[in-house]
């Protein structure tokens, strides 16, 4: 039972240019949604997030946007850089009271100079 | 502050072997987790704790055992070590439940 979906297991995007990485849910008891950015052998760290109150949420190069009728949130990379090639995992939670996170498989993101 | 540390980096056992994995943390954070993760898999949540003295199981806690007797350290333990739990392990921390602090993970190959 796969709550949460990264259907593309990797992408690789042109320096400059937008990445889009998707994330699709099924649980309609998440209300805060995570992403959390990986480097190869280091613990994943917190990038941004996004309540489900909200539509969309901005923070420098890196916007986040709900759908929530859909079950859908997708991270925004804008202009894209060499030190954003890493994996992304999509990590929602719950209400309070259950804010355990749920990841999903995560997407390697290669950005090409 | 050097944020959540584990040991050992890497540990290769043998089928039935038993061992500890360490993690500790200096952000005074309630929160402590355990968590691993299979290739091409999202992170799994093995245990996690609210509190000293308070634990709780993950989705895949079965072959593991936890114990959280100081706010600081939250250590998990392998009894009987299987091909199946090969896998690299994270150890968290957080002060509320969502932004969690990961510590750089355990490889772990049991053979």
């Known amino acids: 039972d796969q709550q949460v979906k990264q259907n593309s297991p990797s992408l690789s995007v042109q320096e400059g240019r937008i990445s889009i990485l998707n994330c699709d849910y099924t649980?309609?008891?998440?209300?805060?949604f995570l992403w959390y950015k990986k480097y190869p052998a280091e613990g994943p760290t917190f990038l941004i997030s996004i309540s489900s109150i909200k539509d969309k949420n901005e923070d420098g190069r890196f916007t986040v946007f709900l759908n929530k009728s859909a079950k859908h949130l997708s991270l925004h990379i804008v202009p894209s850089q060499p030190g954003d090639s890493a994996v992304y995992f999509c990590a929602p939670s719950g209400a309070f009271g259950n804010e355990k996170l749920t990841f999903g498989t995560g997407t390697r993101l290669t950005i090409i100079p | 502050n050097a944020g959540v540390t584990q040991t050992p980096k890497f540990r290769i056992l043998k089928i039935g072997q038993s061992m500890t994995l360490q993690c500790t943390q200096d952000?005074?954070?309630?929160?402590m987790y355990w968590y691993r993760q299979d290739p091409g898999m999202g992170l799994k949540l093995i245990y996690y704790?609210?509190?000293?003295?308070?634990?709780d199981k993950g989705e895949v806690p079965n072959g593991y055992n936890v114990s959280r007797s100081t706010t600081e350290d939250f250590p998990l333990r392998l009894e009987l070590a299987a091909p199946s739990q090969t896998s690299v392990y994270f150890c968290?921390?957080?002060?509320?439940?969502?932004?969690?602090?990961f510590g750089p993970g355990t490889r772990l190959t049991v053979t």
């Open positions: 704790s609210v509190g000293a003295g308070i634990t």
């Open positions: 649980n309609s008891m998440f209300d805060y």
């Open positions: 952000m005074n954070h309630n929160y």
């Open positions: 968290a921390s957080s002060y509320a439940q969502r932004e969690q602090y």
